[in-house]
């Protein structure tokens, strides 16, 4: 009876295992049918008809061992190589090709309700007449309110077939019964230049927040407004990047770039696989000064544009060590409509390294690797950076720059811990600065649109000791008694976020960062590097 038992426990995964093996040849070898249609085939089909004609369990679903077992197979090849199911494909590809269809608003969970944050102009909800502040408290009829409220299943509703129509219900200020809005769903797009502004009256800031098919026409567009506006230095901010389509971080460096200068190459199993991309000289900001901030969440192609810059010492790399991936994957639809992203090459910056970090197939450690850089003092102090010095290599000025591990930075910066408190982390991971300054903004919505920008809001709010005391009595109702110590500690940081907040949910994301990154210590190493031209071409070591 053990053995029963044994048996019928790894039997179902070793026949999905089975299957995954005959779908990999099916999709990769040059002739499968020559090599592989004949005994592997019909012992596969055998296999599954013993399982569905004679095992004893009836319930089981060979098609779900298979969903099951293809991420473990794909696992025991490298960290980025997956499997992505149908549905999980199209949510996916919605966020890289720049659009989705929906209704058009972004929206945060706040005290266990969804609340509309902000409306796109012209989109399917603003036409429908939803307004920022909405509380949406029912979808189809169906509840989304209380602590059992998923964001995501939220999402997967609201979302749906462009033309179809979706029925939600909402509380809005003053009105003590639900409104109704039928709503027809549209394209809403997905910017993937976050903000853009002019930090001073010479240097321009763009945030990147993915590499997606619109990525380069939005970051154009941005450089171009900037310098309309007098930009002549400019901070391209690629910090939690995790990187996206390698084309258009190609396109985006080679706007910096002299003719021919290598911006990067792949070389993988196959000759079909190799490549190199140069800059064609066309680029309209070769002579502006550049600095490039990452940090450990800057990943894939952010290190494709940071590793071109940085080995063409063509602008100067701010932060801390990215990531660290170096593997190319290609995406195989199959004919579920799922896909694999199978990693097909390996890519080279132009000074020939691979900073891919070490791994381990099937272990775990790859995924520590972020932890361990704060366990052991890396995100704090730059002498802690493990650098393997026998993978050295040369920028085109003689810099030396190493391989095996993400991009080391020109300009080592510290993680800022100067606001961190016990009293902040608590009250930032209840979420409650952005639950006041929604509540804030509920309260004087008003007279908050009225304003023209978010520097006239900026002039009009209380004064940050008026704000941080509404503020601790508004957490201390929430179940966070005043500690004063630690409200002081962190009182910069916390006035300065729900002033941010206040600002994006009446103007938008890109009122956000000019708000906050007046206290960010990576953006004000940057700015006095450019103050000293540092970031000159080319760049020589400081």
């Known amino acids: 009876m053990n053995q029963k038992r044994d048996y019928s426990a790894w039997m179902p995964l070793a026949i999905a295992?089975?299957?995954?093996?005959?779908?990999?040849?099916?999709?990769?070898?040059?002739?499968?049918?020559?090599?592989?249609?004949?005994?592997e085939n019909r012992k596969l089909n055998t296999i599954l008809t013993l399982i569905k004609e004679n095992y004893v369990d009836d319930s089981?679903?060979?098609n779900d061992l298979v969903e099951n077992a293809i991420p473990a197979i794909l696992a025991s090849l490298d960290p980025h190589s997956s499997y992505l199911?149908?549905?999980?494909?199209?949510a996916a590809q919605e966020?890289?090709?720049g659009k989705f269809s929906g209704i058009g608003v972004q929206f945060q969970l706040s005290n266990d309700t969804i609340v509309i944050i902000e409306v796109i102009p012209g989109g399917p909800s603003d036409r429908a007449g939803l307004i920022a502040g909405d509380r949406i408290v029912s979808i189809e009829g169906e509840p989304c309110t209380g602590n059992t409220t998923d964001v995501n299943k939220v999402k997967e509703k609201l979302r749906g077939t462009r033309g179809s129509k979706v029925t939600i219900g909402v509380m809005r200020e003053g009105n003590k019964s639900p409104l109704s809005f039928t709503i027809t769903r549209g394209d809403v797009p997905i910017n993937s230049v976050d903000a853009f502004y002019m930090y001073d009256k010479t240097t321009g800031y763009v945030k990147v927040t993915q590499f997606g098919r619109n990525t380069y026409n939005e970051f154009i567009r941005a450089l171009q407004s900037l310098k309309n506006?007098?930009?002549?230095?400019?901070?391209?901010?690629?910090?939690?990047n995790g990187g996206g389509y390698l084309e258009m971080a190609i396109l985006m460096a080679n706007e910096f770039l002299p003719n021919d200068r290598l911006i990067v190459s792949t070389k993988g199993r196959y000759r079909r696989d190799d490549a190199n991309a140069y800059s064609d000289g066309r680029g309209q900001f070769q002579d502006e000064e550049l600095v490039v901030l990452i940090d450990e969440f800057s990943a894939s192609a952010s290190e494709i544009f940071a590793g071109?810059?940085?080995?063409?010492?063509?602008?100067?790399?701010?932060?801390?060590?990215?990531?660290?991936k170096g593997l190319v994957q290609k995406q195989i639809d199959l004919f579920d409509k799922s896909a694999l992203r199978l990693t097909i090459a390996r890519y080279y910056t132009p000074s020939g390294r691979c900073i891919q970090k070490p791994y381990k197939n099937g272990e775990i450690v790859y995924e520590n690797d972020i932890f361990d850089r704060y366990s052991n003092g890396e995100i704090y102090?730059?002498?802690?950076?493990?650098i393997d010095k026998s993978k050295i290599f040369h920028t085109t000025t003689g810099r030396k720059v190493y391989g095996g591990g993400g991009i080391i930075p020109d300009l080592f910066v510290p993680a800022d811990t100067t606001g961190a408190s016990p009293y902040y982390s608590e009250v930032a991971n209840k979420g409650l600065i952005q639950e006041y300054a929604?509540?804030?903004?509920t309260s004087h919505r008003a007279a908050l649109k009225k304003m023209k920008d978010y520097k006239e809001l900026l002039r009009n709010l209380p004064a940050s000791d008026q704000i941080i005391n509404d503020f601790v009595k508004f957490a201390a109702n929430k179940g966070v008694p005043a500690r004063w110590q630690y409200i002081h500690q962190s009182q910069d940081i916390i006035t300065s976020l729900i002033k941010a907040f206040i600002s994006r949910d009446i103007f938008g994301q890109n009122a956000f960062y000019p708000i906050f990154n007046r206290i960010d210590t990576t953006i004000d190493a940057a700015i006095k590097a450019l103050n000293k031209h540092q970031a000159a071409f080319p760049i020589k070591d400081i």
Do not use: C, H
Not at 85 to 90: C, D, M, N, S, W
Not at 229 to 240: C, H, N, S, T, V
Not at 438 to 441: E, H, M, N, W
């Open 381 to 386: 102090s730059k002498d802690s950076i493990k």
């Open 85 to 90: 199911p149908a549905k999980e494909l199209i």
């Open 438 to 441: 929604l509540a804030y903004v």
């Open 17 to 39: 295992l089975s299957v995954i093996v005959g779908i990999f040849v099916g999709f990769f070898m040059p002739n499968p049918f020559a090599r592989f249609n004949s005994d």
């Open 60 to 62: 089981i679903n060979t």
């Open 308 to 324: 071109a810059i940085q080995d063409n010492d063509r602008g100067l790399i701010v932060g801390r060590r990215s990531f660290g």
């Open 229 to 240: 506006q007098g930009a002549k230095r400019f901070m391209i901010d690629l910090r939690e």
């Open 95 to 97: 966020e890289l090709e």
